[in-house]
């Protein structure tokens, strides 16, 4: 009898604190569509976009008619000269990739533009959202915008040390 006691006194402490316990979610697309500025942000990186878009395509064009071009010449040029518009050719290719690359690759140009233009964007709504869960005293602000998401957590509620520990990585 006394264990089902015990049982039953730690179930309803486990339940209170899940009680107790606040949550809130968000759809952060949906803030970012009704923000002015995020709007202005986002035209002004698909200006920039569409600008070095247009730009490696006049590369890789130009590179299309020399070879073009080369077709039609390669019969009359000698092993050198071909050699020569071959190697042209692949250079002003490799150029372009190149480009590309260096303009919508990983951390790339668009990728610190869309930093420099967005980040102070999401930086307000985080502080927005940290003075929210402090105002109504949430513990978790999920962001269902990209599949559920933990947008902010009480960092009370925290237990990485005490992993930590657990590993032996952290006394």
Known sequence: MKRVLLMLALLAGT???VQAQRYAVIDSHYILEHMPEYQTAQKKLDA???QWQQEIQAKLQHAN?????YNAEKVMLTDTLRKKRQDEIMNMEKDARDLQQQRFGYQGDLFKEREELIKPIQDRIYAAVQKLAAQNMYDF???KAGGITVFYAD???DKSDEVLKILGIKN
């Open 15 to 17: 339940f209170s604190m």
């Open 48 to 50: 920039i976009a569409k």
């Open 65 to 69: 008619q020399l070879y073009q071009q």
């Open 141 to 143: 602000v999920l962001d």
């Open 155 to 157: 960092p009370k509620l």
